[in-house]
């Protein structure tokens, strides 16, 4: 009951905070609007002097306006989701205010922490799209290209500076949604307005081990920073390696990396940087960490599924379809396809055209021989077309028998150039070449594998039958996998495609005033569409971020590559969790991917989420997965042991886990997690949904880095039998408890007397 009354009052601490950040932001938003009719006043008051007809008064006037419509504009076009980030920060060595209000020391006073470890906080700063001052000319928010801002970026645990508390707040429109805290000195007890600053997030653990009275928990705390800013702080120029159980904080080291490289080096990586998730559950998260960088567009947040433009991933592939799908032996099935897709439909076999008043024709082995001329090629099958077309009008001019009329060079290339133009604008040759050559686009392709007969001819030597049926099978059905888009992905590659054309963007009204037309500039892009337009027009990148990186089968590890052949990498994984059945095949995918660039290798070792009591019982699947491997050290211990219940002879599985779900939503007030094998996950929702938002019924292969106040795992058995890499995909749905884990058994778990399953016993 105290642990349900302490974390009552974490959300009640919470939802003031937010509210704090509300009215904030109202201010911010009130100010805005004060500016934006200050804007619209002097578009008036310009428009009135240039009724005066002096030169003098019309160039006032035409460059009030332009100074005027530059400002309105960049307020227009900032409004959207303006704030996202607060720093708390220690009084400073000296009183010097910089232009934006701030004051610009960057070391705290010798005075600022007293010798009791407590300090009050002297200055607090909100980061934004632009700077705002209000009527006073204080700072409401500092402009995030600003020095006063650096501190947001550059501050570490281990290099501090005056930062006590780093804040990001996720808003949209005018309402903050949450806020999520990083303590850089999370020894210290800092207080603001005479009440103890408040942490949200896995920041109010870190302030709770920091001020623990052992000296064990400090010096956890210090092992976790050291480790984590050696990461965020290593040299960019080659592929930074990050490895570590679950819980030790991966994915936001390396995007708190990605934060830190991009301010550090702006220029360097307006190329962009890609962060690549494993599924769309963790994109929210990642766009929470990094929420400045991704409306400049120099941010693209993408799960696997999702990196191949006009393709979304929505289905499953059973595991035995994946293996086909993700190995490299795909590689050949599509390089057959892509050129047997060809002779899709009804192929023309002759082509007839006249030139030279005769009828010149190809028959079906010519044809078959220029194609296969043609295919001898390594250039994209839709690149090669040009090339068929000439091999075609070289045919025919043969056959015209003109190649011997002139001896004379000129007049024999005039003579082919007539010949060429004459044929080549032929209906007859222009409908052929496009039957008999045709465009392939990689859906096309794509279903065409579909047709079984046909893909048993592509994989001949690769695929056995089995692997046939199963494969044609799967494309057979709506929607796509997160495999099937690293196909079409391989296919747009084996294919080539024409350049899109740029979209036009509009004018703004402002341009098209009279007089305006040559010092008022087109409207500038807002963040959000320039974030869209490079989004769509980016297809490589000068920095990767590849989140659960060990999940990557060898395909997707190709389709990730080709985004990142000049980047800099962050690479974050942990083999214990990985799912894919073949890891030594995706290390050879991925070694290629990244190419000769160095590495640098670092793991962490602490896991902050779980609880000691969870920790223990999933360590004892990790020894099941991978014999020998050491899993990290939970820090924290809660005294709730995991609970075992068992289905009884004969009852409803997905009865008592409804029950033992609704259990623990009165014991913890934040989320749990149903985690459950991949056939039983439609199941598993329909069951539930009576219990609201707070419980979440999600796959085992859904659950990769998320995390849940309490867990309930559906019978370990069915998770670990479903592919060669089951055992691993259970240590994964272990560990994403932050509080309470219950495991409940099925038959095929062998339970013992009390609950507990064969796979889980000492």
Do not use: C
């Not at 010798?115 to 906080?121: G, R, V, W, Y």
């Not at 979304?312 to 795909?330: I, L, Q």
């Not at 001896?407 to 010949?419: H, Q």
């Amino acid at each position: 009951m105290a642990a349900q009354q302490a974390d009552r009052g974490v959300d009640t601490v919470r939802d003031r905070e937010i509210g704090i950040e509300q009215d904030h932001l109202d201010q911010v938003y009130h100010r805005l609007e004060e500016k934006i009719h200050e804007a619209e006043f002097l578009m008036n008051d310009a428009a009135q002097r240039g009724q005066v007809g002096t030169p003098g008064a019309l160039a006032e006037r035409d460059a009030q306006v332009f100074r005027a419509g530059i400002h309105l504009n960049r307020l227009n076009n900032e409004y959207e989701d303006f704030l996202f980030g607060r720093i708390d920060l220690l009084t400073g060595k000296d009183g010097k205010k910089g232009p934006d209000g701030a004051y610009t020391s960057v070391e705290p006073s010798e005075d600022a922490v007293r010798p009791d470890n407590t300090a009050e906080i002297g200055e607090t700063l909100h980061i934004g799209r632009i700077g705002v001052l209000d009527s006073d000319y204080a700072p409401l928010v500092i402009d995030w290209r600003a020095p006063a801002a650096a501190p947001f970026y550059r501050s570490t645990p281990v290099d501090p500076g005056r930062v006590v508390r780093r804040r990001v707040i996720r808003s949209k429109g005018r309402k903050v949604l949450g806020v999520e805290d990083d303590l850089m000195r999370p020894e210290l007890k800092a207080s603001l307005d005479g009440r103890e600053l408040a942490v949200i997030g896995d920041g109010a653990l870190m302030a709770a081990l920091g001020q623990a009275r052992s000296h064990t928990m400090r010096d956890i705390v210090s092992s976790i920073q050291a480790e984590q800013d050696l990461v965020i702080r290593a040299p960019a120029n080659s592929v930074t390696y990050v490895e570590g159980g679950p819980g030790t904080g991966k994915t936001a080291v390396a995007l708190h990396r990605a934060a830190y490289l991009l301010y550090q080096d702006r220029r360097r990586y307006a190329g962009g940087i890609l962060i690549v998730s494993p599924t769309p559950l963790l994109v929210a998260y990642t766009e929470g960490v990094l929420p400045s960088l991704g409306e400049e567009g120099q941010v693209a947040i993408r799960a696997v599924g999702s990196l191949v433009d006009g393709a979304e991933a929505t289905a499953y592939d059973e595991p035995a379809v994946a293996r086909v799908k993700g190995s490299s032996r795909m590689l050949k099935v599509l390089r057959n396809a892509a050129r047997g897709a060809l002779e899709l439909g009804e192929a023309p076999e002759r082509l007839r055209v006249v030139a030279f008043g005769r009828r010149l024709e190809l028959e079906a082995d010519e044809l078959r021989r220029i194609r296969h001329n043609v295919l001898g090629g390594t250039a994209p099958v839709n690149l090669l077309r040009p090339r068929a077309r000439r091999l075609l009008l070289d045919a025919l001019y043969a056959k015209s028998g003109a190649a011997g009329r002139h001896t004379d060079p000129e007049l024999a290339a005039e003579l082919r150039s007539s010949f060429d133009e004459d044929v080549s604008t032929e209906d007859s040759f222009v409908t052929f070449l496009d039957a008999w050559w045709p465009e392939l686009t990689p859906r096309r392709v794509l279903d065409a594998m579909a047709d079984e007969k046909r893909l048993s001819r592509w994989a001949r030597r690769v695929l056995n039958q089995g692997e046939v049926r199963r494969l044609a099978r799967s494309l057979r059905r709506d929607g796509l996998s997160v495999h099937d888009v690293a196909l079409l992905d391989e296919l747009q590659t084996l294919l080539g495609a024409p350049a899109r054309p740029r979209r036009k963007r509009e004018l703004d009204p402002l341009d098209q005033l009279t007089g305006l037309e040559e010092l008022m500039p087109v409207r500038e892009e807002t963040q959000r569409e320039r974030a869209e337009r490079l989004a769509q027009e980016r297809t490589e990148y000068a920095h990767v971020i590849v989140d659960e990186a060990q999940d990557l089968t060898p395909m997707q590890w190709r389709m990730v590559g080709r985004r990142g052949r000049h980047a800099t990498w962050t690479v974050v994984g942990d083999p214990a969790q990985s799912s894919w059945p073949l890891p030594d095949e995706a290390a050879e995918a991925r070694d290629e991917a990244l190419g000769s660039r160095p590495r640098r290798r670092f793991e962490l070792t602490v896991n902050y989420r779980n609880p000691a009591e969870i920790a223990e019982l999933a360590t004892k699947v990790l020894a099941l997965a991978m014999p020998g491997m050491e899993a990290p050290r939970a820090v924290r211990s809660t005294g709730v042991e995991p609970r075992f219940v068992a289905v009884a002879d004969g009852g409803d599985l997905m009865e008592l886990v409804h029950q033992e779900a609704r259990r623990l939503l009165e014991r913890v007030d934040g989320t749990v997690g149903v985690v459950v094998a991949m056939n039983r996950r439609e199941q598993a929702a329909r069951r539930l949904a009576d219990l609201g938002d707070r419980v979440v019924a999600l796959g085992s292969l859904e659950a990769k880095g998320l995390e849940y106040d309490a867990t309930v795992v559906v019978s370990p058995a069915e998770i670990a039998d479903e592919s060669t890499a089951g055992l691993r995909v259970l240590y994964v749905a272990l560990t994403r408890a932050t509080q309470q884990l219950t495991v409940v058994s099925g038959r095929r778990d062998e339970p013992d007397a009390e609950g507990v399953p064969d796979l889980l016993r000492d």
